[in-house]
């Protein structure tokens, strides 16, 4: 078997994403997914600019809008009363960052990129389980679970929460923030749909609990995820976040958000892990890449974006240190890729478990998060510009972030300080 310039393990949307990024600058890719066919399980993803930016640039943009929504606003409003606390004008928003703030099935992204692999001559092999990693003198090597080995001058471990190639640089774990997922889809024509406007995407945040809805395929779905902390789960046991603990957590929460919960589905959960931020990606010739070495909780909504990013950037940096006669100095491209990618990742990482701390406070803090939020004017773009302007090729491109605002500022009785991060 020929050895190809470049292996990539996982086929998921980071997998693909840098699949299609090194395609583009000339590169030979053969993709590694374990499955016995490409797929993508869940319901719905937020792209924002600093995605669509790169979809753009990758020619998928016009497919990618239209398989999705392009929403209006994105609100946020208190799930116990159900009323507004601040909302983004996303066409504004558009506006200010040159691109697109939209919703899309995670199916309908993950064929999209599928596609462009298979227009730009990927290879694509499946039921291959990768089970270990090496670096050779002049590249890496990859076994797979029936003894196969695949070689090239570089492997990206895109291999998700799991990550068999991350153990190369670091023994950790997941982090279980002892949180669920539940998530279902409703056709247009159910009456709950009519009840709902689907130009925005809303989100309702309340004590360990929230509940987030936005419209799929020109409206042709309503996606619905609700999210609570499992008391099982606090308490050690290890079948938690069944569908009883769903309808406790959201019981004294308002009707409409309630009148949600039947139609999840109940037969399938996703208990939400991340990791802590490392900074070193690269292992001789294998990177990691996505999930395998940034996996975040959800909330700012970044996980797939960010892996999106690492693919794009990865390119950026080949097409800067590919010779004439198209060799790649594979040594400078993953140096300048590791310099830039896992502190942007870090700050992402870490804003998103504050962003869930402030979701879900309860009692005083909750009444003060509140008061915070109301005085937030809608065309505020203060804690989302390091995240939805364009992505940083070198460190010195990487915006400022953010001026966290503490709780106390709104009641001098709670010191309780709590990082307001981006709505998304």
């Keep these: 078997m020929s050895h190809p310039d470049v292996i990539v393990v996982g086929g998921g949307i980071g997998g693909l994403g840098v699949a299609f990024s090194l395609s583009r600058q000339g590169q030979s890719v053969r993709l590694l997914e374990r499955a016995p066919a490409f797929g993508e399980v869940g319901a719905g993803i937020q792209l924002a600019p600093n995605c669509t930016r790169i979809l753009d640039d990758y020619g998928l943009l016009a497919e990618a809008k239209s398989l999705g929504v392009v929403p209006d606003a994105m609100v946020m409003r208190d799930a116990v009363d159900g009323d507004e606390l601040t909302r983004l004008d996303l066409r504004d928003l558009e506006k200010r960052y040159g691109y697109p703030y939209m919703v899309i099935h995670r199916s309908d992204l993950h064929g999209l990129l599928l596609r462009a692999c298979e227009r730009a001559g990927v290879e694509l092999v499946t039921e291959a389980q990768v089970t270990s990693y090496e670096s050779t003198g002049d590249g890496a090597r990859v076994t797979l679970a029936s003894g196969e080995t695949h070689e090239a001058g570089v492997v990206i471990a895109a291999d998700g929460l799991h990550s068999v190639a991350r153990k190369l640089l670091v023994d950790d774990e997941p982090v279980s923030s002892a949180y669920v997922a539940y998530r279902g889809t409703v056709p247009a024509e159910v009456p709950r749909v009519r009840s709902v406007d689907l130009s925005e995407v809303v989100v309702y945040v309340g004590p360990a609990c929230h509940f987030v809805h936005y419209g799929l395929r020109g409206g042709e779905l309503l996606n619905q995820v609700a999210v609570f ?137 909750r009444e003060q998060r509140n008061a915070l939020l109301r005085t937030r004017d809608t065309y505020d773009y203060s804690f989302v510009d390091w995240l939805y302007g364009p992505t940083a090729l070198t460190p010195d491109e990487e915006p400022a972030m953010f001026t966290p605002i503490p709780l106390s500022s709104a009641h001098a009785e709670a010191p309780l300080k709590v990082a307001e991060a981006s709505a998304a």
Excluded at 233 to 259: H, I, M, S, Y
Excluded at 275 to 296: C, E, F, Q, T, Y
Excluded at 324 to 337: C, F, K, N, Q, R
Excluded at 339 to 348: G, I, K, Q, S, T
């Design 229 to 365: 902390e499992s008391p099982k789960a606090l308490a050690g046991q290890e079948n938690w976040g069944t569908p009883d603990e769903l309808d406790a957590a959201f019981a004294k929460t308002c009707d409409f958000v309630r009148d949600g919960l039947p139609f999840m589905w109940r037969d399938k959960w996703w208990r939400m892990f991340d990791r802590n931020p490392v900074m070193n990606w690269v292992h001789g010739r294998i990177a990691l890449l996505g999930d395998s070495a940034h996996p975040p909780l959800q909330y700012i909504a970044q996980g797939a974006i960010m892996a999106i990013e690492d693919g794009w950037v990865l390119g950026e940096h080949v097409a800067r240190n590919r010779a004439a006669d198209g060799t790649v100095d594979w040594g400078t491209a993953l140096a300048a890729y590791e310099a830039v990618r896992p502190e942007h990742c870090r700050r992402v990482l870490s804003t998103s478990r504050k962003w869930g701390e402030l979701w879900h406070l309860d009692g005083v803090p």
